[in-house]
């Protein structure tokens, strides 16, 4: 596999092809998760956030387990999922949790922990949860929160509820869950739910 | 100037790669990240900005390495401060069947970042302790322990107790080995060496999981 300079795919790229492995500025890595099992073949997969080429933004690197060797494949580059500041405030937080229990249809890998991608940046809270389909990657569900608005989308069971400050509070339609590779969390998020311009 | 302000910051990251040719790898070889997140502050040198730990596959894929990145006070900037290149073994196959792991984790006693290694065969997990945030980074201490299954439960059996420096409850220097048949051994493992110099192989075989 060829290696290549992740600031140059970047600038030319939409997204690494999911046959090279990128090179990466070990000063940019963010946050790391591995050791679950996401793709349900016994093995452990990986994900990796490193900050953006303006420092504004996280972008997330995936890797899923070969079955038949347990070997990490690269599954490709997700720009801009998160929000990001450089340098970071002193409140600012951003990690690779877990999440589970989420709403599952039939067909979803609904058994394993998830990862959850977290990022606060001055008032913009998002998590965003990601799980690997047969399909690839996508987002399994978003929470984001602002100025005591929050709201809860959950892809997979197709919905999302929406809470103001002034506790009107509804659902609505997510729509499909969106593939990861091309998500950008400023447009991702459903107008009902940007609380806030973020950074 | 506030705009131009702004900008500099938010192209520091970019400003900063031009600055020093960056330190790169492949992204499948990097095992772990300890940095500043909702666990941990991690600055280990008290300038306000978060300082970073990475823990690594050698090129070689035969072993684990920890870089050490500190921060430039001014402006938040990390820069590699260390690079150990070979602290724990690491054996593909067992990886990939799901025997070995490798991880960080937070010391109790100091709160700085524990590199740990476990084996879910063996049931041996090995803790190794340092000191980030000084100039010259030592071995603190390895602890290695076996994890043994009870009718509710488990308990964590020493294995390995390595002390390079006097740490709280513990005297100066100390280790002492389980050995398979049922001995102790007992050493003085001497002053605590520089993480650059360590090598794995400097510990005895029980102590590695």
């Given at each position: ?30 946050a ?61 937080l951003?990690a ?104 | ?33 300890h940095g500043k997140n909702v666990y941990s502050e991690n600055d280990w ?5 978060g300082d970073l730990a ?50 960080f984790t937070i010391s109790?006693?100091?709160y700085e970042p ?96």
């Amino acid at each position: 596999m060829r290696a290549i300079a992740l600031f140059v795919t970047l600038a030319s790229a939409p997204c690494a092809s999911a046959d090279e492995i990128p090179q990466i500025d070990i000063t940019r890595l963010a946050a790391e998760a591995s050791g679950q099992d996401w793709n349900g073949d016994g093995h452990a997969d990986r994900l990796l956030l490193v900050w953006s080429d303006k420092g504004d933004a996280f972008d997330a690197l995936t890797f899923i387990s070969d079955a038949a060797t347990g070997t990490l494949r690269f599954t490709g580059v997700s720009q801009a999922i998160l929000p990001a500041r450089w340098p970071l405030d002193r409140s600012d937080l951003h990690a690779v949790a877990y999440s589970s229990n989420l709403g599952c249809n039939p067909g979803c890998v609904a058994d394993y922990t998830l990862p959850g991608l977290y990022s606060k940046v001055g008032d913009t809270f998002i998590e965003i949860t990601v799980g690997w389909t047969a399909s690839g990657w996508e987002i399994a569900e978003v929470q984001t929160r602002a100025e005591g608005s929050d709201c809860v989308i959950d892809y997979r069971a197709g919905t999302a509820k929406v809470d103001w400050l002034d506790d009107t509070e509804y659902t609505i339609d997510s729509g499909p869950p969106p593939a990861l590779a091309p998500y950008w969390w400023r447009e991702g998020l459903p107008k009902e739910c940007r609380f806030a311009p973020g950074p | 100037m506030r705009r131009s302000f702004l900008a500099a910051i938010l192209l520091a990251p970019a400003t900063a790669l031009a600055d020093a040719p960056p330190v790169t790898i492949p992204a499948d070889r990097v095992l772990g990240v300890h940095g500043k997140n909702v666990y941990s502050e991690n600055d280990w040198n008290g300038d306000g900005h978060g300082d970073l730990a990475v823990l690594v596959l050698s090129e070689t894929r035969d072993a684990v390495g920890l870089y050490l990145m500190t921060s430039t006070p001014e402006t938040g900037v990390l820069a590699v401060t260390e690079y150990a290149s070979a602290l724990l073994p690491y054996d593909a196959a067992r990886v990939a069947a799901g025997d070995l792991s490798y991880s960080f984790t937070i010391s109790d006693e100091d709160y700085e970042p524990l590199i740990q290694m476990r084996s879910a065969a063996t049931g041996l997990s090995l803790s190794l302790s340092t000191n980030p945030g000084s100039e010259a980074p030592v071995v603190f201490s390895i602890r290695t322990s076996r994890q043994v299954p009870l009718e509710s439960g488990h308990r964590m059996d020493p294995v390995c107790e390595i002390f390079f420096v006097e740490l709280l409850g513990n005297g100066p220097q100390t280790a002492k080995v389980h050995l398979p048949d049922g001995n102790t051994l007992d050493y003085d493992p001497g002053p605590g060496p520089r993480l650059t110099d360590w090598h794995y192989t400097d510990l005895p075989a029980p102590c590695l999981p």
